[in-house]
């Protein structure tokens, strides 16, 4: 049941639009990187700045962090990567390409049908040298997920914020695996970007906490404007539980190419905090001051990857319209991850009026990011907004020179207001914060484009 965008159009627009392109393209591009261009790194810092608000900003019991990618190879000892982060692999004997086995229908390669080796354990852990010599003594890796520098700051944290239970720890940051199925664009690629939640409860308050944040979760992508029927939780079977987990459950998003995993949400339990205790030899337990009992805080991790929420979202935000003959396409994104927010669209080129609408531009700007666009005809300049989900223009004319209005086009709607220059700014904002733009202001008027 796929949804009605499929993925070739959403790779085109990014592409086209500069939301995406694959990485060191003059060079053929590097299999599953990917680079953001000028809008992209819009939306992606939006995205994070959405999720950074709700999960620290808005909150009491949060508080951020940003850690090292590279760390003490013990971590991954004691986390488990170095044993247990594996994929069964094997690889083609004639065109060489590797294959994870548990997805192969036959024994043969699917690429090129040759005879495929025995099936080995594969680490999914990129490894590096620290220093100058390449020896085993030297041997670091690229973090495969954040989590691990919030389980060893726990005491940092601890000590320097006086948190108490239940509290959480966010970080948004890198994550590096080496994938050996990659594909479908940014949902799944060897370097990618997560925003965890390492959320410290008291043991046997575990489960409400695990049920509260999957909800928290699913809301917080329908607040940002993902469809309903789009997203699903989906519990983990038992089998399915990775080793340190009591419980799992995904929230997924119904992409171009099904069902897939947008964010996990696990109860890890104590294992990272034993394990850690265990391997460096501290104590990694919390001091309860009233009852003067040490416990070992059990863990509730919200999971989310941040490309895979950038390619829900696009896809969430994709509609085609006709037009004239020809097809409108707009991205009825969420005002708050638009990559502008406003764009200011001269009717004409000429100094005056150039002049008037820089000002305007330079005032926004402050506020906003804002587009400033004074090319070709002001549909064409209207399509171009709405291809990468601008929620405003503001256009303005010579009458504006007489009369001191400004006319403001609403995206989605295509309804139009015209308004007293004094009032756009705060006008412009309760638009953006999700409030009727057709209220009108004293001495405004409204009509529909077209
Ligand atoms: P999958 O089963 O799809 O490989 P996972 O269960 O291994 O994902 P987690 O380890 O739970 O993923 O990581 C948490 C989140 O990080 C995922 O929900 C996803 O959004 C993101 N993520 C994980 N691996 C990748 C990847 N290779 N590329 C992009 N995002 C990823």
Not at 209 to 237: C, M, P, Q, T, V
Request: charge should be negative; hydrophobic fraction near 35%.
């Amino acid at each position: 049941m796929p949804t009605n965008v499929e993925m070739e159009k959403i790779v085109s627009l990014c592409r086209r639009r500069g939301f995406v392109f694959p990485s060191s393209e003059i060079y053929g591009g590097l299999s599953s990187c990917w680079d953001y261009g000028p809008l992209g790194v819009e939306l992606k810092r939006n995205v994070k700045e959405a999720w950074w608000k709700a999960m620290v900003q808005n909150r009491d019991d949060m508080v951020g962090l940003d850690t090292s990618i590279l760390m003490h190879p013990q971590v991954w000892a004691a986390s488990g990567h170095l044993d247990g982060f594996s994929d069964p692999l094997v690889e083609c004997k004639s065109c060489h390409l590797r294959w994870r086995s548990d997805d192969l229908e036959s024994d043969k390669c699917p690429s090129c049908g040759g005879e495929l080796t025995e099936s080995r354990q594969f680490n999914l852990m990129f490894k590096t040298f620290m220093g100058s010599t390449e020896e085993e003594a030297n041997e670091v890796y690229l973090r495969p997920e954040t989590a691990q520098g919030m389980f060893v700051n726990f005491q940092n944290v601890l000590q320097t914020t006086r948190k108490k239970l239940p509290f959480g720890i966010a970080q948004i940051g890198k994550s590096f695996r080496n994938e050996i199925t990659t594909g479908n664009f940014i949902f799944r690629s060897r370097e990618f970007e997560q925003m965890e939640v390492e959320y410290f409860v008291k043991p046997g308050t575990d489960e409400n906490w695990f049920n509260y944040w999957l909800e928290e979760r699913y809301n917080w992508y329908l607040n940002l404007g993902i469809k309903k029927d789009s997203i699903r939780l989906r519990k983990h079977a038992e089998k399915e539980l990775a080793h340190y987990a009591k419980a799992c459950s995904d929230i997924d998003y119904l992409f171009p190419m099904g069902w897939a995993e947008l964010e996990g949400v696990a109860n890890r339990g104590d294992f990272d905090l034993v394990q850690h205790a265990k391997h460096s030899g501290k104590t990694l337990n919390y001091l309860n001051k009233e009852t003067k009992e040490h416990i070992v805080p059990n863990i509730i991790e919200p999971s989310a990857g941040v490309d895979r929420s950038v390619l829900a979202f696009l896809c969430n935000a994709y509609d085609e319209e006709p037009d004239k003959g020809d097809t409108r396409v707009l991205l009825h994104l969420h005002p708050s991850i638009a990559p502008y927010k406003i764009a200011i669209l001269p009717l004409s080129k000429k100094e005056n009026l150039a002049t008037f609408a820089k000002d305007i531009y330079t005032n926004l700007r402050k506020h906003w990011m804002v587009n400033y666009d004074d090319t070709q005809s002001i549909g064409r300049r209207y399509r171009r907004q709405d291809e990468t989900g601008t929620p405003l223009c503001v256009t303005v004319d010579f009458q504006s020179l007489e009369d001191n209005k400004a006319t403001i086009r609403d995206r989605d709607t295509m309804r139009q207001i015209r308004i007293p220059i004094d009032e756009l700014k705060t006008t412009l904002q309760t638009k953006l914060e999700g409030e009727d733009l057709f209220v009108l202001p004293p001495g405004g008027q409204i009509w529909k484009e077209g």
